[in-house]
Structure formats: structure tokens, C-alpha cells
């Protein structure tokens, strides 16, 4: 086909909105801002074809790496808010701090993402594309991102706005087409974008459609309801944001004539597609669209179940879309809707994303107990596996470039285990790594001969972000007795978690205090923790520091990007480690949960969980020092035998081989 024609294909199975005017130089000669602009096509007719079984994969947040990860080319400016990243940092070395930002040249990721749930997405989403599956994603075009985040010391953390520009993100496009929501307060119009997630090999990609309430065609109040992500101060916009995902959603996938045979809904958050489906049909019409629909559960810790009372959900729906929510929703003897009830009785397959939090999801919801399956989340290992890795895995033939990096090959590293080339050669991948890290924090004297450890993630209390400052006096005694220590953190907490925003002030305070330590104590905490940093991280540093209240993390996926780097784990048994456990790849402390029931995550345990983390650091930091005596790599250490487990143990923990659980338990559909 020629490219004119290819374009014009392409224009009328999607209608971009200001494409004379704007788009037309980045969408010509065959190609979509510097992609093949054919898989998109051929994408764009599947999802329209009768006899795909296509899925739709809903979920309020996605975090693309879109920095790092096909990388779309413009031919017009960027606007500079969607490039620089700059992060001051906190640190016992103050003078630095005055001076110096970490500062990360590039376009920023999408800001359409908080943290896991949204990363999970992306790698879902980009996995689809490699196994060129006919499935699109649903989200929302979130117009101030979620925040960015100022550290205030004696204060904690200040959250800003964040602002960035739609129109001059390179791959996003308008569509011209419309949905309307019609809400109990009046009708709600939403614009849809599209972005497009291409294979690692560009030959196939899913489209994300991405709501958008900011249009003249709305009042002004209505506008901002796009705003941010997680956004909680008044609950009526919360269920409002919901209904935009959820019946937005199923609206929009209508207006672009898709045929959906799954609505894949990610937590509660999206349970209104069923509402909009289902309005309007008799009762046994309603039970034959549950085959259509299928949830996932990612988190056991209550405040991530959304909850409204029914007061509130009269105020902001129509009487007939309530009553529907209310017959699936309702709590028993309590006068609240809980989305999680409405999505677990309207599915016809429910997931959990690890085996123990399959195990913690059953004691939850007893009556549910029997249909909870379990899909253990993974991360898509080529974004997320560092260029000393992939050239590590090429030269031993375990993967070759420009092909997806298959599971098979990562476990066949365990071959090469006593081969002493190959030690050699996985530890200088590694240094490489650390020493790029180091690189980039040169200011604050960063050593990469220096054992180092990092904990970055949200700030949640069950996360317990600043255990390992509990003591901060055995701390230094440690690292005094055992070897010097460089200790990174990072972390946002939810605006609203007041919480949170005790931790860090807490932690900011510590690492003050440690001032005098810095010869051989080193900290640094890092604002505004994102992917570009967590892909430093992940991948630079010796030590993996995981340590959230057993059974509360779900599954945690940031340790399993660490793996595919052969940077050791240091966890609690929670989550995904729990099937990882005797694998070899790092040390299990702390506190180990074998109740018969979940309770809260009241007491955190930090007194004796923090005793445990030293004790097990110490070990850690010693046969580190054993194995690098200053720089000079003792080959046969147990460490490097950790680190070719890591990589072994890696080829479970993938999206590979968790895409392939989701189609046959999840989908249907045939292997
Ligand atoms: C991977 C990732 C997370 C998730 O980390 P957990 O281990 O699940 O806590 C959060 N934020 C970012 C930016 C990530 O890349």
C-alpha cells in the first residue's frame, strides 16, 4: 500500500482532531511520530473485526516509561514542561543539598501515574502489544498528572500541581469524537486522546484510549474533574472520576466502533462500565453480560477498597444507575456501596496478583473464597532490563537484540553458574550500572566500591519507609563494624495521607541528625520518585530493600525489576517474595504473618522488625566486603551466586509468563 493511502486508512478509522493544522507532520510518509504507522491499522481494524475476541483493559492510572520505551519522534517543539526532571535532594551531606540537583535530561513519562497499579498497566499493556493480541487500554488523560513533590524540612512534604502539555506530547493524539455521561447533576462530555503502545519489536501495538473532561462543552467545575489523579477532597468528585473511567470507558470503546468481548476492570475504580452496560436489561440479560466482564484485585489494604455511602452516590448518579449499584454493592446491614462488592459479583473471574495475597483475599471475602483465583503480577523485562544486562544476556547467547527477550532465556543464566568468564563478566554489567548511579550523584561523593542499599517507593505506612532509620544509632555502630554504607530513599505519599507526610518529616529529620557520619554513612533521599529514577535505581544499586508489613503488599513489583538487573533482595516474606522464597536471591527477615485472619496494619512492628533488618544488613553488608575487597571481586562468592539467581528467578517474575496465566485463566482465550 502506498503511504498516502496507508495515511488515509488510517484517518478514517481514526478521526484526529486538528490533523491539517497540527498532527499532519508527525503522521506522514508511512510513519507515526518515527514508528510504523501500518501495525496501527491493522491494530485499529482488529479491535473492529466480528470475530477477534478483543479485551478491554481498564484502569485509572498508566505509567508508561514512555522516556525510555518507544520513544516517539516529533517534528515540532516540545514544550520544555514535558522535559526536564529535576530533583533536589535531602541528604547528610547538606552543603551538596544547598548547591546541587539530580537533574534528568529527556521527556517525562506520561504523568498518568502514582506508582504500581500504574506501572503494572504499562507493562501489561506493552505485553499485549508483543504477544499482538486485539486488546485496547482505557484510562484517563489526567490534565496536572498526579503531583510533583517538594520536600519542606521541619514540614515534610509540600505537594505541587504538576503541569505539563498535551499537545505537544510526542505520540499523543485528539480524537475528534465525543461521549456523554449523564450524571444525576446533568450531563458530563468527554473528549477521548489516544496513545498508542507498540511492541518491543514495532510490529504490533494496543491503543490506550484516555478520557478527557476539559472541552468549552462543560462548565467550568466539570472541567477540572480530569485534573488530577487520586484527587479526594470532596467524595462526590471521587465517584464522579469513577463513573468518567467506567461509563466514559464502555461509551467511548462504543463511539470507535470497537467489539469487546472482555472489560478486564483493574480494582473497584472502573466498576461503572458494568453499570453502563447493564442499564436498561432484564435480570437474565444482566447475568449473561457478567460472562463478559472479569476483575483484578490489587491490594489487601483497605483504604485502596473505595467505599461510598449511598447518600453520596444518590447525590452524583441518575436514580436508576444507583439502584443497579446498590443491588450489587450494597454492604450488609451497613448503608454504603462498596465498588469492590459491586466488581466481584458482576465478574465472571476474579484475580488476585500473588499467591499469598491470593491467600489474604480468600480470608477477606470468605463468600468469594472458592472463585478468587491467582495471576502473580510480573514486570515486562524489556523495559525494564538495563543495556550492561541485555548486552550480558546477547553475548552468552541467552537473548539477542531487537527480539523479546524470552523467560527461557533468562533461566538458562543458571547454566553459565560456574563458568568464571561469565561471573566476571555479570559483576562488571553490574558495576557499570552502579557506577552510571554513582555518576550521577558525584556532587555527594557517591563510591561505587561502597556497599549500597535502596528503598524507593510509595510512601504508605504499611510500606514502613523508614525502618531502616528506625535506630539510627545501631545504624552507625553497623556500618562502623562492618563497612562503610550508602543508603538511598525515595517515595511520594498521597497528598492526603497525613501519615505519609509524618514519615518523611520524621525521616528528613534523621538524616539531619546524621550529619557527622558522613564519612561512612551515607544517605540520600531523592524527591519526586518516578520511573526515570526508579530505572536508575533498579538497576544501580547492590542491595534491594523491601520491607512492608507481612501480609499487606499484594505483590510489590520494583524488587522483581531489581532481579532482572541481579541487584539482591533484602525483604520481608510478603507479596510476591513469598513465592520466591527459597530461590536464593538476597535475605528474608522480619516478621512472618500465619494468622487465621488479616486484622489492620496497626502495629507496624517497628521495634523488632527494625532489630531484624540490622541484623540482617550487617550480614549482608560483610559478605559484601568479602566479596569486593576494593574493587578487586572475589569470583567464587555466595554473592555472585545470589546475583545469577536473580536473573534465573527473574524468568517467572515477568509479564510473559503472567500474560499467558491471564488468557487462559482470566480471557479464555486459546494458548
Ligand atoms: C515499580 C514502581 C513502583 C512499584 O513499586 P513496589 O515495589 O510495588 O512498591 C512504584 N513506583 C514506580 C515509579 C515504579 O517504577
Not at 472482555?262 to 461503572?272: K, M, Q, R, S, W
Not at 560483610?622 to 527473574?650: F, H, P, Q
Request: with cysteine.
Amino acid at each position: 500500500m502506498s503511504d498516502e493511502a496507508l495515511i488515509a486508512e488510517f484517518l478514517s478509522l481514526v478521526e484526529v482532531e486538528d490533523f491539517d493544522r497540527v498532527y499532519a507532520v508527525d503522521i506522514s510518509d508511512g510513519r507515526y511520530f518515527g514508528m510504523p504507522l501500518a501495525p496501527l491499522v491493522e491494530a485499529e481494524k482488529r479491535l473492529r473485526a466480528d470475530k477477534e475476541r478483543s479485551i478491554a483493559y481498564f484502569s485509572m492510572e498508566y505509567g508508561l516509561a514512555s522516556s525510555f520505551y518507544n520513544t516517539f519522534r516529533t517534528k515540532r517543539p516540545i514544550d520544555q514542561q514535558n522535559k526536564s526532571s529535576e530533583h533536589e535532594i535531602f541528604s547528610n551531606f547538606r552543603l551538596a543539598d544547598y548547591f546541587f540537583t539530580l537533574s534528568l535530561e529527556g521527556l517525562v513519562d506520561l504523568p498518568i501515574y502514582s506508582g504500581g497499579l500504574g506501572v503494572l498497566a504499562g507493562d501489561t499493556l506493552k505485553t499485549m502489544a508483543d504477544y499482538r493480541l486485539p486488546c485496547v487500554g482505557v484510562g484517563m488523560l489526567w490534565n496536572t498528572g498526579y503531583f510533583k513533590q517538594k520536600f519542606w524540612f521541619k514540614y515534610g512534604q509540600a505537594p505541587e500541581k504538576m503541569h505539563w502539555d498535551m499537545h505537544s506530547y510526542p505520540g499523543l493524539i485528539p480524537l475528534k469524537n465525543r461521549v456523554k455521561v449523564s450524571l444525576a447533576s446533568g450531563d458530563l462530555y468527554l473528549k477521548l486522546w489516544k496513545y498508542y503502545v507498540y511492541s518491543c519489536t514495532l510490529d504490533h501495538a494496543i491503543p490506550l484510549i484516555l478520557l478527557d473532561a476539559n472541552i468549552p462543552e462543560n462548565n467550568e467545575e466539570q472541567r477540572h474533574l480530569t485534573d488530577q489523579l487520586y484527587r479526594s477532597e470532596s467524595t462526590s468528585i471521587q465517584i464522579v472520576q469513577r463513573a468518567i473511567l467506567g461509563m466514559g470507558g464502555a461509551l467511548g470503546l462504543a463511539a470507535l466502533g470497537y467489539r469487546i468481548e472482555t472489560f478486564h476492570l483493574n480494582e473497584g475504580h472502573a466498576v461503572f462500565a458494568f453499570i453502563e452496560k447493564a442499564r436498561g436489561l432484564a435480570k437474565e440479560e444482566i447475568q449473561d453480560l457478567s460472562r463478559h466482564f472479569v476483575y483484578t484485585c490489587h491490594t489487601p489494604v483497605a483504604a485502596g477498597h473505595d467505599r461510598y455511602s449511598t447518600y453520596e452516590v444518590r447525590r452524583v448518579l441518575k436514580p436508576e444507575d444507583c439502584a443497579l449499584l446498590e443491588a450489587f454493592g450494597k454492604e450488609p446491614g451497613r448503608d454504603t456501596v462498596s465498588l469492590t462488592l459491586v466488581a466481584m459479583n458482576t465478574a465472571s473471574a476474579i484475580n488476585s496478583v500473588a499467591e499469598s495475597h491470593q491467600r489474604v483475599m480468600r480470608m477477606q471475602f470468605p463468600v468469594y473464597k472458592d472463585r478468587i483465583q491467582n495471576v502473580t503480577n510480573g514486570v515486562h523485562s524489556h523495559t525494564w532490563i538495563s543495556e550492561s544486562f541485555m548486552l550480558l544476556l546477547e553475548k552468552y547467547g541467552l537473548a539477542s537484540s531487537g527480539r523479546r527477550l524470552e523467560p527461557a532465556g533468562l533461566a538458562r543464566v543458571s547454566e553459565h553458574r560456574s563458568d568464571g568468564q561469565f561471573r566476571a563478566d555479570l559483576w562488571q554489567a553490574h558495576q557499570r550500572n552502579k557506577v552510571a548511579l554513582c555518576g550521577y550523584f558525584e556532587k555527594w561523593k557517591l563510591d561505587p566500591d561502597v556497599f549500597t542499599v535502596c528503598w524507593a517507593r510509595r510512601i504508605a505506612a504499611y510500606k514502613r519507609p523508614s525502618l531502616i532509620l528506625q535506630d539510627t544509632a545501631s545504624l552507625i555502630e553497623l556500618a562502623k563494624r562492618a563497612g562503610p554504607l550508602q543508603v538511598i530513599l525515595a517515595g511520594k505519599a498521597h497528598p492526603k495521607d497525613n501519615l505519609g507526610f509524618t514519615y518523611i518529616n520524621q525521616m528528613l529529620d534523621k538524616i539531619d541528625s546524621l550529619a557527622e557520619s558522613y564519612d561512612y554513612l551515607r544517605i540520600i533521599m531523592l524527591e519526586n520518585y518516578d520511573i526515570s529514577l526508579a530505572r536508575l535505581l533498579v538497576s544501580g544499586v547492590d542491595v534491594w530493600l523491601n520491607n512492608p508489613l507481612p501480609p499487606f503488599e499484594a505483590s510489590g513489583t520494583s524488587g522483581m525489576k531489581a532481579i532482572l538487573n541481579a541487584v539482591l533482595q533484602m525483604s520481608t516474606l510478603d507479596g510476591w517474595v513469598v513465592e520466591a522464597e527459597q530461590s536464593g536471591i538476597g535475605r528474608i527477615f522480619g516478621y512472618r504473618f500465619n494468622e487465621e485472619s488479616v486484622g489492620t496494619e496497626q502495629n507496624l512492628r517497628l521495634e523488632e522488625d527494625s532489630k531484624a533488618l540490622y541484623r540482617t544488613l550487617e550480614e549482608l553488608v560483610r559478605l559484601y566486603y568479602a566479596t569486593n575487597r576494593k574493587g578487586r571481586v572475589e569470583l567464587s562468592s555466595e554473592w555472585i551466586d545470589m546475583m545469577v539467581n536473580c536473573i534465573s528467578t527473574a524468568s517467572r517474575f515477568n509479564t510473559c509468563r503472567m500474560i499467558e496465566e491471564y488468557m487462559q485463566k482470566m480471557w479464555k482465550m486459546p494458548g
